[in-house]
């Protein structure tokens, strides 16, 4: 069982938007603004997507957006693209260790 | 841009030792902790080990204990992890990060007679 939770799966057509959500405790989570998302295919290494919540390293596309609330982060990834396809891993700072998910399967449909 | 490459990871027997680094530049390197963060085959991410922006305090998950140290060279701004003891369960490729920021394609380590 992973320290965050995240949905097994989520799904939407070609430019809707979805959101992932992450949820752990005050003492992660909500105790840290280090929250990464991470996005990998099959095979490949994690792709950092969000770092600190919600800035975007160079190179990912503004249509992946970051956010916090309480004890809950989430990824919102807005018009939707068969590309990003992929699952998505959240992590927090724990204070000296890192906590993960469980990792979210994003279905374009 | 942070930049953060690990090198050090190969093929070791079962007890065999391996030292693990991680040359970082892009950001002032002191002045954030950093993780050794590792994924076995079909895995997923599992914390491994931590320090402190000082060197001073340093974290270890349960699964190396004893059998790994994480160090960090501050003037040369490197982070290592040297590993003892290993076992066929710490196969895996090994990514450090930038507090929770994974940014390089790891090295990998493959423990196996």
Redesign the interface.
């Known amino acids: 069982q ?1 320290a965050l939770t995240q949905p097994r799966s989520v799904s939407g057509s070609p430019g809707q938007s979805v959101t992932i959500s992450c949820t752990g405790t005050s003492s992660d989570i909500g105790g840290y603004n ?3 998302w ?1 996005q990998q295919h099959p095979g490949r ?2 792709k ?1 997507m969000i ?1 600190d919540v919600t800035k975007r ?2 190179g990912v596309p503004d249509r992946f957006s970051g956010s916090k609330s309480g004890n809950t982060a989430s990824l919102t990834i807005s018009g939707l693209q068969a590309e990003d396809e992929a699952d998505y ?1 959240c ?3 724990a204070g ?5 998910g ?2 979210t399967k994003v279905t374009v449909l | 841009e942070v930049q953060l490459l690990e090198s050090g990871g190969g093929m070791v027997q079962p007890g065999g030792s391996l030292r693990l680094s991680c040359a970082a530049s892009g950001f002032i390197f002191n002045t954030y902790a950093m993780n050794w963060v590792r994924q076995a085959p079909g895995k997923g991410l599992e914390w491994v080990s931590g320090i402190s922006g000082s060197g001073y305090n340093t974290y270890y998950s349960d699964s190396v204990k004893g059998r790994c140290t994480i160090s960090r060279d501050n003037s040369k701004n490197t982070l290592h992890l040297q590993m003892i003891s290993l076992r066929a369960e710490d196969t895996a490729v090994y990514y450090c990060a930038k507090v929770s920021e994974i940014r390089g394609q790891g090295t990998l380590v493959t423990v196996s007679s």
């Not at chain 1, 000296?96 to 993960?100: E, K, M, N, R, T």
Request: hydrophobic residues 25%.
């Open positions: 992973s280090y929250v990464s991470y290494a994690p950092l770092s390293p160079s891993c992590c927090s700072y000296g260790s890192l906590v993960f469980g990792g």
